[in-house]
Every structure is written in structure tokens, then in C-alpha cells.
């Protein structure tokens, strides 16, 4: 059976598991007391000094530099360990360590390829990263970080950001696609300019690792998320009326083909379990940063579910449909999960997602309901509000000695976490 049949049936039952999800709040939240809100924002400010007074102790010189970097690399490891709002501690130690060096050699490798690439890039590079080491846990296999993985999360800023710009000349968006058409289909074409070549390369590290004629699946998958990108398209077109049904379609296809791609990275195969798990995940990253992005999406006149919506009302229904979607679709996999720890702590990190994106645009919401979710928060939204700028104040005035790479390596992934 083709992945594409597969692929379709399953997004399929996506829909239908979603569009059934109640629009009642789901009452199965942990819940954090107004005592211990203030002692999470008292840790977070105490950890935000400690960052900052350690940035502005990097020593000029090379050796003693060498020393500094390792002991903020121990300080991050240790504040890990006893980090509690993302529920680390249910990774061993030996994985979170892990983590941490995988964090820190895709920012190398990711400068190392293109060191142009904004922060904000490799940052959601990285997040896909994550999302594959995730995935691994979860499906009981080693932590591990490999060259198609690091090719496959370069792939976002080169193809999905490409195409989601706006300032892109629609023409040029079209000759891209058809130029990436031909290239995820194994033809040996050449690239027309820098940014295709950048996208080439990525695909070769791909085909290094898993050559295309022992893992189909693979490519197949990777022509399902090229396909979904152009789809998407349509909801940049002002002029083109999409109805809320294809707009949910759109949806479950790209953020269900994006993550299916990290679960065939892992070894080239997969159950149809974990098919499943990977199009309903990656599904509800998508809506997720729909929420995430909906003031942004408003303004370029973009349509999501979420702009959509809001057009129409406040959010709150829509939310609690997303947060039960959520809790349903983890806990009907941890059935199947080697590691009821680590799918309760993806549950955990996806719900922590969704939470602070309804805080951060709160007044798409009703007032009950910002009261109500706050509970849920380890911070108040009022602190949560004022943590970016926070942080900016603090490290706005810390000399960064000429942008030395171990420096901006340290800032990068402090960032990232």
C-alpha cells in the first residue's frame, strides 16, 4: 500500500477525531496555585540574573574563555535537572545531556553552512530538531542527531519560509517549486541560483543517508510536505475563498507531512501507529502556531483556522478543542508507548505551548476564560507578558567581544533553550 493512500486515510480520521473534540474545557490540567506561580517567577528571575551576570563575565582571553564556556555548559545541564514547568525530569539524565549537545552542534553546523541565517531561522531549525529527538523517545529508540536530520530541519527556513513570504514575487515562488519538484523526485538538476543550491545540498545529505532506492518512504513523504507547501499557498491569495473545511484540510496536511518526514528520518520505517501519532502531531504543532502567529496572519490577511475564527468570535471554544485534541491524541498513543513518562512529558510541552500562545494574545479570548487558563500557567499572564522584555533588558547591554563564535554559540543556546 502507497504512503500517499495511507497518508490521506489517516489524515482523514485526523479530521474526524478533530472536528469531535469537545469544545468544553478539558478539567484533567495540572493546576498551579497563585504560591507557587510566584515561586516559578522567583526561580525564572533568580536564573535570568545568573545568565546575565555569567554572559558578562566572558574573558578575553582564549583559555580562560574555553573554562567560562564550559561552565555555563554545566549550568545550563544543572538547570535542566531541575527544571519542572517542561517536565525534563522525566528524561534520564543521560538523554538530557544529550539534548544539550545536540542543541549545541546543530547551532555549530547550522553556522558553520550559512552563518547569514538569522538566530530566529536556526531557532525553528532547531525546534524540528527537537521535535525528531522527541519522536525517538517516544518510539523507544536512541537519542541520536545525524546528518539527513540536521538537512531536513535546514530544509524550514530554505522552503516553508521561503514560499510563506510575502515579499516573494509570486513567479519566482512558482519557478522555485517546479525547479523542487523535479529535485525531491531524484532528478539530477541543476540549481539556478544560490538558494536553490543551498536547498540541493540539503537533499544530498538526505540521499547520502538513506539512498532512494531502499527507503521509498522517505522521499514519498518529503513530495507530501512539498505538495501541502503549495497548497498552503492558497491561504496567502486574497482573492481566493477558501471554506473552513478545506482550510482544516490544508492544515492536517502540512503540519501531519512535516513530522511524518522526522519519523522516517529515525531509521526509514515506521508502524502505522506511529503514522498516525506523526500526522496528528504534527497537525496540532500547526494549529498551534496558528494561534501562535494569529496577529501576524491577521495583518497579511493570511487564512488559518485560528484567523478564521476570530473573525467570527472570540477563541475560547476553538482553544479547549485544541487542548482536548491534544490530551486525546497523546493518550491514546501512550497505549502503544515503550515510555509512559516521556508521552506524558510531550503532553506536557505541547499543552505548555498552546497555553502561553493564549496568553500571549489574550485578547482574542474572553476575560473569564484568561482567568480561568491562568491556573493552568506556572506564571501569572502578567508575568508571563513581561518575560521576553525581561530578558531583552538584561542582555540588550552585554558586550559581545566582536561576535566570537563561542560567544555567540553560548547566546545561541541559551536562546534556544
Not at 469537545?22 to 517567577?41: A, G, R, V
Not at 564550559?70 to 538530557?96: H, P, S, Y
Request: proline share 1%.
Amino acid at each position: 500500500m502507497r504512503l500517499n493512500y495511507i497518508f490521506k486515510c489517516y489524515c482523514d480520521k485526523c479530521k474526524d477525531i478533530w472536528n469531535n473534540s469537545s469544545i468544553e474545557l478539558c478539567k484533567e490540567i495540572e493546576t498551579y496555585s497563585e504560591d507557587s506561580q510566584k515561586k516559578c517567577e522567583g526561580e525564572l528571575d533568580k536564573l535570568i540574573d545568573k545568565v546575565s551576570v555569567h554572559l558578562e563575565k566572558c574573558p578575553s582571553d582564549v583559555v580562560l574563555r574555553k573554562m567560562w564556556i564550559k561552565k555555563g555548559e554545566a549550568f545550563l545541564q544543572k538547570t535542566l535537572e531541575k527544571e519542572n514547568i517542561f517536565k525534563l525530569e522525566k528524561m534520564n539524565v543521560e538523554d538530557r545531556k544529550k539534548f544539550l549537545e545536540i542543541t549545541k552542534q546543530f547551532i555549530r553546523d547550522a553556522r558553520g553552512f550559512d552563518d547569514d541565517l538569522p538566530i530566529e531561522d536556526i531557532m525553528q531549525a532547531m525546534r524540528n530538531v527537537w521535535i525528531s529527538n522527541a519522536l525517538q523517545l517516544l518510539f523507544g529508540k536512541d537519542v541520536y542527531y545525524s546528518k539527513a536530520s540536521f538537512a531536513y530541519s535546514m530544509l524550514y527556513p530554505y522552503t516553508d519560509n521561503y514560499l510563506d513570504n510575502t515579499k516573494t514575487n509570486e513567479m519566482d515562488k512558482a519557478l522555485f517549486n517546479r525547479w523542487l519538484e523535479k529535485r525531491l523526485l531524484g532528478e539530477k538538476i541543476k540549481p539556478n541560483n544560490c538558494h536553490e543550491s543551498k536547498v540541493s545540498q540539503m537533499i544530498d545529505y538526505i540521499e547520502e543517508v538513506y539512498p532512494r532506492e531502499d527507503f521509498k518512504e522517505i522521499y514519498e513523504s518529503l513530495l507530501l510536505i512539498f505538495e501541502s507547501q503549495v497548497k498552503s499557498l492558497k491561504q496567502q491569495d486574497k482573492e481566493t475563498y477558501l471554506h473552513k473545511d478545506e482550510i482544516l484540510s490544508i492544515s492536517i496536511e502540512k503540519g501531519g507531512s512535516s513530522v511524518l518526514v522526522d519519523g522516517y528520518l529515525i531509521n526509514g520505517l515506521m508502524t502505522k501507529e506511529e503514522v498516525k501519532f506523526c500526522i496528528g502531531y504534527g497537525f496540532l504543532l500547526q494549529i498551534s502556531d496558528d494561534l501562535q502567529d494569529i496577529k501576524e496572519d491577521l495583518k497579511c490577511n493570511h487564512k488559518t483556522i485560528m484567523t478564521e475564527m476570530s473573525k467570527k468570535g472570540l477563541l475560547d471554544e476553538i482553544a479547549n478543542k485544541l487542548i482536548n485534541f491534544t490530551i486525546e491524541l497523546i493518550e491514546n498513543f501512550k497505549i502503544n508507548s515503550r515510555n509512559e513518562a516521556i508521552t506524558d512529558m510531550i503532553k506536557n510541552d505541547c499543552l505548555m505551548l498552546i497555553l502561553f500562545s493564549i496568553a500571549y494574545n489574550a485578547e482574542f479570548f474572553s476575560i473569564e476564560y484568561i482567568k480561568k487558563i491562568e491556573r493552568f500557567l506556572p506564571y501569572t499572564i502578567s508575568y508571563s507578558l513581561e518575560i521576553k522584555e525581561k530578558m531583552r533588558k538584561k542582555f540588550e547591554n552585554i558586550d559581545f567581544l566582536n561576535n566570537e563564535n563561542e560567544y555567540k554559540e553560548m547566546i545561541d543556546t541559551i536562546c534556544a533553550k
